[in-house]
């Protein structure tokens, strides 16, 4: 039973994290560890910066046509999988909230949001990256330098 609660709690916290305030359709993928992150923040780019900064990136017009295809592609696949997170989460909710859970179904609704959480991960990875092969070796370099810098207090990425 604790490792049902363990396991209820991590994936409430999942599925918040992927709802709230940084929940944007399109916005950065939320890779567990510091270093993937970091890596990550470093070697992609999010559609939405790329194409808001499509004039200092000098992208051509086919560049930006085929970012907003994969963009409008992925956000099609997401929001299928996020409609059907919400009701595998409500499902596992209601699961939970019985005074005896069903150990088995519970862990199999668990196991869905999971597989569903993953498939909005894997999405959004995907379109990253196929952003970041649509820019030319110069434009990513520009994408780079435009970046916001980090905050202070946070650890400088390039030591890691």
């Known amino acids: 039973m604790k490792r049902l609660a363990t396991m209820a709690c991590v994936l409430l916290l999942a599925t918040a994290a992927l709802a709230g305030p940084g929940g944007n359709p399109m916005g950065k993928p939320g890779m567990g560890g510091h270093r993937m992150a970091g890596s990550m923040e470093r070697n992609l780019f999010p559609p939405e910066f790329v194409l808001m900064n499509q004039v200092a990136l000098g992208l ?10 994969q963009v409008g592609e992925t956000q099609g696949r997401v929001l299928d999988a996020k409609v059907d997170l919400s009701r595998v989460t409500e499902q596992l909710r209601a699961a939970l909230e ?22 909005v991960k894997t999405a959004h990875l995907g379109l990253m990256i ?21 905050r202070t207090g946070q650890p400088d990425e390039t030591t890691e």
Do not use: G
């Open 98 to 119: 019985s005074t005896k859970v069903d150990e088995a179904a519970a862990l199999s609704l668990a196991s869905q949001a999971m597989d569903l959480e993953k498939q």
């Open 60 to 69: 051509s017009t086919e560049q930006v046509a085929s970012i907003k295809k």
């Open 130 to 150: 196929r952003v970041k092969n649509a820019l030319t070796e110069e434009q990513q370099d520009k994408a780079r330098a435009l970046r916001p810098q980090r």
